[in-house]
């Protein structure tokens, strides 16, 4: 019996790419020339993990990170 299971992620720009990342399990990352294809790229990313815990008998992780903002944050640097 499959179960949905829902990951929040974070997508990041650097430069001229996109970084997707999930909070709750360090490691799996994403990246693509646009924020779709990062996401695209973490999701089989993701996949594959789950896919390797159930192979192993490992327990699958549940998501606890729930996204409460998104912003920036600016630091005096220097003297």
């Given at each position: 019996?499959?179960?949905?299971?829902?990951y929040s992620i974070v997508v990041?720009?650097?430069?001229?790419?996109?970084?997707?990342?999930?909070?709750?399990?360090?490691g799996i990352y994403g990246r693509g020339k646009t924020a779709k294809k990062a996401k695209?790229?973490?999701r089989q990313a993701?996949?594959?993990y789950i896919e390797?815990?159930?192979?192993?008998?490992?327990?699958?992780?549940?998501?606890s990170a729930k996204v409460v903002g998104i912003?920036?944050?600016?630091?005096?640097v220097g003297q």
């Open positions: 019996m499959k179960v949905t299971r829902k990041v720009k650097e430069k001229k790419e996109y970084w997707a990342y999930i909070p709750d399990i360090p695209e790229d973490i993701l996949s594959l390797d815990c159930l192979a192993d008998g490992d327990k699958v992780p549940v998501s912003g920036t944050l600016s630091v005096a």
